[in-house]
């Protein structure tokens, strides 16, 4: 990030000394370093890809999916790289990287379902996309970018499940037990709150500032000074997932929602919820990492 305020600094040395947050998959790496070089063919590409045989698949699974609608079934990474193109290739990479990471199916504990966690996410990241497709705040904006905003803004709640489990457990039982938002909690108990932890980890894998920035400040959008249109999409939709019964935490109450940020989204409340029913159908339609 190209900014260094104060507080940025802080949280990054709270979270770095705190959490040992993981690395960059080496998948993303490599692509990166291959997509760097503007010699690089989609061959090149997908030997990068065809290497991590859970991403590969995943870009298959994508590219096949009816979201892209193809007539012809691709088998062929290099193929899917061609109809694809590149950025949209590493965006999807990502994707399946971070199932691939952080997708396993582990068991359900109090207050926490890892499946109910991915259900949030991935409703989250579909509800982003539509409402960008839709408003004209975020008509420079590929609707892909909101989704994978959206899928990850609650993924530091995945590493405080991973790095420091019993502390953690414990915020969300005090969240459940005293009907508070678990990042209020959070804050109070760890210093930092799972959004901090998120874009943290964003730096760290080398994401684009106004993904970490949108990450860090979904629950108060007000704040962000970067951003502030991505962050309020982020909200919005988030929002929308707690409300369409798909929460990331058990038992806790949902974050209070900033009716201010539909200014900055460039749409009133009655016309989000509109899309509500093209949200359910795509979020039916998708599948979930396992």
């Known amino acids: 990030m190209t900014h260094s305020t104060g507080s940025s600094t802080n949280i990054l040395a709270i979270v770095n000394s705190t959490i040992e947050l993981p690395t960059m998959p080496e998948v993303l790496l490599k692509l990166n ?21 859970a991403v590969a698949t995943n870009i298959l699974r ?35 990287a971070v199932f691939s990471a952080f997708g396993k199916r582990r068991e359900k504990i109090q207050h926490f ?17 539509t409402i960008a497709s839709v408003s004209a705040v975020f008509a420079d904006m590929h609707p892909e970018d909101a989704y994978i905003t959206g899928l990850l803004h609650d993924i530091g709640k995945i590493i405080l499940f991973e790095k420091c489990a019993p502390k953690y457990l ?34 760290k894998w080398s994401l684009p500032e106004d993904l970490a920035i949108a990450i860090r400040y979904h629950h108060a959008p007000a704040k962000d000074p970067f951003h ?22 058990v038992g806790t109450p949902p974050p209070t929602l900033d009716t201010d940020v539909y200014g900055h989204i460039g749409l009133t409340p009655d016309m989000v919820e509109e899309l509500l029913p093209q949200v359910l159908e795509d979020f039916n339609a998708s599948e979930l990492p396992w």
């Open 33 to 53: 370093e291959v997509m760097a070089n503007p010699d690089s063919s989609a061959a090149d590409v997908a030997k990068v890809i065809s290497a991590d045989p």
């Open 62 to 96: 994508i590219v096949n999916s009816a979201y892209y609608g193809l007539q012809v079934r691709v088998s062929s990474v290099s193929l899917a790289i061609s109809v694809m193109g590149f950025n949209m290739t590493k965006k999807l990479a990502l994707k399946a």
């Open 113 to 129: 379902d890892p499946l109910a966690f991915w259900r949030h996410a991935v409703f989250t990241g579909i509800a982003a996309r």
């Open 170 to 203: 414990a915020v969300l039982r005090k969240a459940a037990g005293e009907r508070r938002a678990d990042v209020e909690v959070e804050g109070e108990d760890l210093g930092f709150t799972h959004a901090d932890v998120g874009s943290v980890l964003a730096i």
């Open 228 to 249: 502030r249109s991505l962050s309020s999409l982020i909200h919005v939709a988030d929002h929308l997932a707690w409300s369409a019964s798909h929460p990331s935490t």
